[in-house]
Structures are given as structure tokens and as C-alpha cells.
Nanobody, 126 residues
């Protein structure tokens, strides 16, 4: 069982930055592939970014590529999402997710993830 707790959301102006953190419980964090997802009002949940178990492979949605950076610190059981050049369309509740994964690489399908955090609100004002 893994518990995930996100933090770092808030209100920011267009062009601003935020850094989201997701702290995980447990002693096997390095065996989990991690992902960030978001859900905007009236829209379905969408993949934002993912990172492999060791952190050597990352993948981003086209909408955030070049602006967001996912990283992880396995010693601290934490995954991060650095968000720069934020736009109003980035407004959403952001969730981190984890799945034990025996392969390298990134998982993009939300249905594959086993554990989810409670979410943190990000609001970008125009």
C-alpha cells in the first residue's frame, strides 16, 4: 500500500511558476513508476508527465512539453513537477499517481496506475 500526498498548488498569474511535490509512504518507492495527471473543470482527467523508476526516462504531454519538468528523489520518496510559463488552460486539479512497474519506461494510461493522491488545485489567472 502506498499513500501519496500532493502539495504546492495555488494561485499564480499567467507566465508564473509553481512546483508541485508528491510525497509517498513506504520503503519501495524506487520500484514505482510515477505520473502526474490533471483534471480541469468539465474535462476528463489527462496525462501530464511521467517518470520511470530510476528517473532516467521522462515523457510529457504535448501541451506541457518545454514548460513542465518532472523529476524524482528516490531517497526522499518524492516526485516533483516544476511548472513554468503557466497558462490559464493549465488550471486544474493535479494528481500524482504510482504503479509498481517491473519494466523501465513511463506509463501514460491512467487506468494502469494503482495509487492516487488527493489532488492539489492549480489556478492560473489571466
Amino acid at each position: 500500500q502506498v499513500q501519496l500526498v500532493e502539495s504546492g498548488g495555488g494561485l499564480v498569474q499567467t507566465g508564473g511558476s509553481l512546483r508541485l511535490s508528491c510525497a509517498a509512504s513506504g520503503r519501495t518507492f524506487s520500484s514505482y513508476t510515477m505520473g502526474w495527471f490533471r483534471r480541469a473543470p468539465g474535462k476528463e482527467r489527462e496525462f501530464v508527465a511521467g517518470i520511470s523508476r530510476s528517473g532516467d526516462i521522462t515523457y510529457y504531454a504535448d501541451s506541457v512539453k518545454g514548460r513542465f519538468t518532472i523529476s524524482r528523489d528516490n531517497a526522499q520518496n518524492t516526485v516533483y513537477l516544476q511548472m513554468n510559463s503557466l497558462k490559464p488552460e493549465d488550471t486544474a486539479v493535479y494528481y500524482c499517481a504510482a504503479v509498481p512497474w517491473q519494466y523501465s519506461g513511463v506509463v501514460r494510461a491512467p487506468s494502469t496506475y494503482r495509487y492516487w493522491g488527493q489532488g492539489t488545485q492549480v489556478t492560473v489567472s489571466s
